[in-house]
C-alpha cells in the first residue's frame, strides 16, 4: 500500500518513531560509547595534571584558583542528558523525515514501510556514513579547540556531499528506467561513489591526533560514535515503517466495509 495520510498525521508518526529511536542510540551511546570517553578525559587529565603543578608551584603562597575548572554539568549529568539530547534530535529527525516522505511519496510506487525504509537508509549513507569516513569522530582529548570553527564547517560540507551523492544515485537509478534492476543499481552506487570520491579528494584531510594518543581508545570510540548514529537512523527507519504498516492495516477493515456498503 502506498504511504497515505496527511502530513500532519506523517509528522506526528516521524516524531513518536524519532523519540523511539533517540532513546534507544542514547541507550547504545550509555553502554558502548561513555566509558571511551571517560577513559579519554581521564587521559586528558593526566596530560594536564602536570601543566597545573608547575603553574601552582610558580604561584605566590595563598594564591589558589579555587573550581573556575569545574565543569559546568557533571559527568552524571551528561551522561543522563544525552537521553534528553538524543530524544530530541531523534524528534527532529523524524519530522525530516515525514516531510522528505511526504514530497517523495508522488514519484514511488514503494509501499509506505519500504518508502520508510530506503529514505532513512539514504539519509543515513548522507548524514552519517559520508562525513564519518572522511572526518571521523574524535574522544575529547584530540583536537585543536581553536579549529573546532574550521572542523564544524568541513562536518556540513560533508553532510552536503553525502546528499549531492544519494541524490545522484537516485537521479542515475531513475535515468535508467525500463533497464535491468541490476544494471540500475550498478549505475545507483557508481554514481554515489563518483560524487563522494570526488569530494573526499576536493575536500581538505584533517589529523590532529597526537601521536602517543592510544589507537585502540581511538578506534572503540570511533567504533561507539558510529554504532550510536547508525542505531538512531535504523530504528528511525524501522519505527516509522512500523507505525505506517500497523496504520495501514487499522484502517483496511474500515475501507473494506465502507466500499461493502456501497
Not at 596530560?47 to 601552582?56: I, K, R, S
Not at 569545574?70 to 531523534?90: D, H
Amino acid at each position: 500500500m502506498p504511504l497515505t495520510g496527511s502530513l500532519k498525521t506523517l509528522l506526528l508518526r516521524g516524531l513518536l518513531a524519532g523519540l523511539i529511536a533517540g532513546l534507544l542510540a542514547a541507550t547504545v551511546g550509555y553502554f558502548i560509547g561513555e566509558p571511551q570517553v571517560d577513559a579519554a578525559i581521564a587521559i586528558e587529565e593526566a596530560a594536564a595534571a602536570p601543566a597545573e603543578h608547575g603553574h601552582d608551584a610558580a604561584e605566590p603562597a595563598g594564591h589558589s584558583h579555587g573550581g573556575e575548572d569545574e565543569p559546568l554539568v557533571s559527568r552524571s549529568g551528561q551522561k543522563a542528558g544525552q537521553f534528553l539530547a538524543l530524544g530530541l534530535a531523534g524528534m527532529a529527525f523524524g519530522a525530516l523525515l515525514a516531510a522528505a516522505l511526504n514530497f517523495g511519496r508522488r514519484f514511488t510506487t514503494l509501499t509506505g514501510p519500504k518508502l520508510s525504509l530506503y529514505a532513512a537508509g539514504f539519509a543515513w549513507a548522507a548524514i552519517v556514513a559520508v562525513p564519518f569516513f572522511k572526518y571521523p569522530a574524535n574522544p575529547p582529548a584530540v583536537g585543536d579547540p581553536e579549529t573546532i570553527n574550521n572542523r564544524t564547517w568541513l562536518w556540513v560540507a560533508t553532510v552536503v556531499l553525502g546528499l549531492l551523492a544519494v541524490a545522484a544515485s537516485i537521479a542515475a537509478y531513475r535515468a535508467l528506467a525500463g533497464q535491468l534492476d541490476t544494471l540500475r543499481l550498478i549505475a545507483g552506487v557508481a554514481a554515489f561513489v563518483l560524487v563522494t570520491t570526488v569530494g573526499y579528494v576536493l575536500l581538505p584531510g584533517v589529523n590532529e591526533v597526537a601521536d602517543d594518543f592510544p589507537a585502540t581508545l581511538l578506534w572503540r570510540f570511533r567504533v561507539a560514535s558510529l554504532a550510536e548514529t547508525t542505531t538512531l537512523w535504523v530504528a528511525l527507519g524501522l519505527a516509522f515503517a512500523a507505525l505506517t504498516e500497523f496504520a495501514s492495516r487499522r484502517s483496511t477493515p474500515v475501507v473494506e466495509q465502507v466500499a461493502t456498503a456501497g
